[in-house]
């Protein structure tokens, strides 16, 4: 690397953007291109950051492996911030091999971080156990540390484990302190208040409460019998059946648990499942069909019981409770994600919600018409935000799917 390279990357590492700036702005090797690509990602234009970071790595030799490995880590960067999750996955994976085989111990860590962070955001989470899992914390610089203890916590409270995600947490903050960067420990600090906060609402016997997540780990491990509709499950001191596929199940579940300890009426049933609004026999008849295959899939925790008016909720020990998102909407995912103050496409919000991308779009038009999310930009390279954050952490709503 020449003395003006050089110099470009100290004043970048520094947080001199536009020092660096100036170093390599008439230029068009490789190298400065690569730092340019790099500073316009720092002052927020990713678009023309990938631009410039791919005309660099296509402009390195055949035999610049490495180089063309850190732009291809930058532009994954980017592509994971601006939720871009369609980028080939596999050029990381790539990228991160031809720097570990060179001997650039930290950026094949970065690029492994990247990769855990990518599988977290998607709910992917025995994925991005087995990316920590390749690296070693004490070989770590603190800015990578503080972004493993990060991912760490974020597998921890996917999986409502609290203390060990509290752990996980104070490391990162340690970590993003000795890094030096002010951006850095905002993050730790963001996800600290935010496990600290209430998490989810609970109904028990009419009564609704906010809970914390502790309160939450808790619940689950407790005799209490609680359906859980923050993945659409049943519980019951460790025990859990999904009903995640089998949503009409989970809706007369749900009607049965807020009813307890009394029925629900076979109307309100029809109602609430079906969305019928003049119920007839074969409502009736498909309700008994449903009722007994609830039944039988929570058979190990509750029974199901029929009365003169309807159906009630029967535990096997223990009473029951209700536990709902934080924020009662009908797109709480959506909001949820988009409070994270990154521009999503409504691909990238299909993907992470698992959704189809119709129904997502519904929900943000919906949003927009609410004064809650606008649109920026138009066709393909259309994003979306929130106008105003929603004021709720977002524990548990984001996708989890390691938790049940």
Known sequence: MDS????????????????????????????ALALR???????????????????????????ETVARARCVLAEAEIALVSRDLTWPEGRLEAARQVLSQRGDAANAAHAGIIAARRDLLLGHLDGASQYLAALSPRALPPPLLAGYWLVSAGIDIRRVRVASARRALQQ????????????????????????????????????????????????????????DATS???????????????????????????AWPGDA?????????????QADESHRARLRVEMTRLRQLIGSIADVSAT??????????????????????????????????????????????????????????????????QAVGRGRAQRWALLTLPGFPTTLLLPNAGRV
């Open 172 to 227: 990162a903050e340690e970590a993003a302190r000795q890094s030096g960067q002010p951006g850095l420990l905002a993050e730790t600090e963001a996800a600290r208040r935010s496990l600290d906060g209430p998490a989810a609402r609970l109904r028990r016997q009419g009564v609704e409460t906010a809970v914390s997540l502790d309160a939450v780990e808790a619940l689950f491990g407790s005799e209490t019998v609680v359906c």
């Open 308 to 373: 003169p008016s309807g159906f009630r909720l029967v535990p096997r020990a223990g009473d029951v409770a209700v536990l709902a998102l934080p924020l009662d909407d009908q797109h709480a995912a959506v909001m949820a994600l988009l409070a994270d103050g990154e521009l999503w496409s409504s691909s990238a919000l299909a993907m992470v919600l698992d959704s189809s991308p119709r129904s997502i779009q519904r929900a943000l038009r919906a949003l927009q018409e609410a004064g809650k999310a």
């Open 265 to 277: 009426s076979r109307e309100h049933l029809l109602a609430r499942a079906f969305h019928a609004r």
């Open 37 to 63: 690509g790099t500073a316009m990602a720092q002052l927020g234009d990713l678009p023309r950051a990938r631009q410039l970071l791919a005309q660099a790595a296509r402009g390195f030799g055949r035999h």
């Open 4 to 31: 003006i390279l050089n110099a470009a990357a100290q004043a970048l590492a520094t947080g001199d953007v536009l020092g660096a700036l100036n170093r390599v702005a008439l230029r068009d090797d490789p190298g």
């Open 232 to 258: 659409n499950a049943l519980r019951q001191a460790g025990l859990a059946v999904s009903l995640s596929r089998r949503p009409v199940l989970f809706a007369l579940l749900r009607v049965l648990a807020e």
